[in-house]
């Protein structure tokens, strides 16, 4: 369970005795890091980017606690990156319609290009 893989790279990984640590070294608050490692609370996609970035995991081992690689091409869900990256730019106002910014587009080729990424390994892996 995710509570359990993220107590556990606290407490394993990072060699952290406190959630309050664990909060501060990915930028959430100590209520919320607690409320989740418990798990009273599911991560939202703001928490996940930040622990994300923070340990160098990606988001499926986070989520499902898929390690190798092949795990990863063969559960991935197709196009994640762009549709996480598109519905995060509408939550916080980036995107009120189809007329949107440089830097919004920038956000948005880059996802686009994650998810190109996994779908060509997923080819490479089938041939």
Known sequence: MFKERLRS???????????????????????LYAMVERGDRLPSNDFLRKLVLYSNMPEEYWRYGIQSETDLIAKRKQFKSIENTTLELIDEGYITDINFSKDVEDLLITALKADIQHLLLRKNNKD
């Open 9 to 31: 790279y606290r407490e394993n990984e990072l060699k952290l005795s406190t959630k309050r640590e664990m909060a501060e070294k990915i930028g959430v608050s100590e209520q």
